[in-house]
């Protein structure tokens, strides 16, 4: 996965906090050649780092919007876990 696609994850993630909901994000991250030709298992192992790290942050500090950042991270992980 090239760094750019890391970085598109991750602002779909953020958006989370915007109104948008994990559906969208994965239905407009899926438009990215890059992320349409990477490997699904490879997709879901990325989606399991960042949710994991998101629950360690807001483990260690229970801001809201972290909280509510490790959700979005979970919501996005559940659907590129399922979502072809």
Request: glycine letters at 8%; zero cysteines; hydrophobic letters at 50%.
């Amino acid at each position: 996965m090239h760094p750019v696609d890391v970085g598109i994850f991750l602002e779909r993630v953020d958006h989370g906090g915007w109104g948008a909901t994990a559906l969208h994000a994965v239905s407009w991250v899926q438009r990215v050649q890059p992320w349409r030709e990477a490997h699904p298992k490879a997709l879901g192992a990325f989606a399991t780092a960042v949710t994991r790290l998101w629950w360690e942050i807001a483990a260690e500090d229970s801001a809201p919007w972290k909280v509510a950042t490790a959700g979005h991270a979970a919501e996005l992980k559940a659907l590129l876990l399922v979502t072809p």
